[in-house]
T-cell receptor, first 115, second 117 residues
Framework: DAGVIQSPRHEVTEMGQEVTLRCKPI?????LFWYRQTMMRGLELLIY????????DSGMPEDRFSAKMPNASFSTLKIQPSEPRDSAVYFC?????????????FGSGTRLTVV | AQKVTQAQTEISVVEKEDVTLDCVYE???????LFWYKQPPSGELVFLIR??????QNEISGRYSWNFQKSTSSFNFTITASQVVDSAVYFC??????????????FGQGTILTVHP
């Protein structure tokens, strides 16, 4: 398996534009997580899905953020409109089950810069 | 609420030195999982180890070893004979096995390890 695949690797956009980040989890993994990493706040969970259903979105910072998982092999995180404070590295991770022996597998991340 | 504290923000050592990264966690749950991840300069997060709360056995994997002590809520990570390639940010994380936080990982702030040649 190719692991968790995220696209794009880098995204530079202007304030006010819509940004869509994409994630393909490992086949067979039932859990998908979106994390954000910043210098100030470290790694924080935004939302996670189980069997394509959002379970906890309490980490989503505000209504400008939305996430979907239309099927088991694809998820998106959308920011509309984007703001400079959204600049961060966004990670997607998947897991066969919470606490799985192989841990959570993270993608390579998307580095988002909003200017 | 869960909390993970990595008190050492940065550690600098010379190659071949042993180094221990500290991790202290807080949770009221009795069933939980602890993790260590490595983030090299390239930015990806690499899984190193997972431990569940019922298994306090220490573990060794090559130059890496982990010491889990429930009595002190600590899960420390030791690198023996460090190498330049060990230079990275290391994260300790806590995951719960039940309740509304099921599946979520709470990360520590990370420890930046620099190994000088």
């Amino acid at each position: 398996d190719a692991g968790v695949i995220q696209s794009p690797r880098h995204e530079v956009t202007e304030m006010g534009q819509e940004v869509t980040l994409r994630c393909k989890p490992i086949s067979g993994h039932d859990y998908l997580f979106w994390y954000r990493q910043t210098m100030m706040r470290g790694l924080e969970l935004l939302i996670y899905f189980n069997n394509n259903v959002p379970i906890d979105d309490s980490g989503m910072p505000e209504d400008r953020f939305s996430a979907k998982m239309p099927n088991a092999s694809f998820s998106t995180l959308k920011i509309q409109p984007s703001e400079p404070r959204d600049s961060a590295v966004y990670f997607c991770a998947s897991s066969l089950a919470p606490g799985g022996a192989d841990g959570y597998t993270f993608g390579s991340g998307t580095r988002l810069t909003v200017v | 609420a869960q909390k993970v504290t990595q008190a050492q923000t940065e550690i600098s050592v010379v190659e071949k030195e042993d180094v221990t990264l500290d991790c202290v966690y807080e949770t009221r749950d009795t069933t939980y999982y602890l993790f260590w991840y490595k983030q090299p300069p390239s930015g990806e997060l690499v899984f190193l180890i997972r431990r569940n709360s019922f298994d306090e056995q220490n573990e060794i994997s090559g130059r890496y070893s982990w010491n889990f002590q429930k009595s002190t809520s600590s899960f420390n990570f030791t690198i023996t004979a460090s190498q330049v390639v060990d230079s990275a940010v290391y994260f300790c994380a806590l995951g719960l096995a039940g309740g509304t936080s099921y599946g979520k990982l709470t990360f520590g702030q990370g420890t930046i390890l620099t190994v000088h040649p």
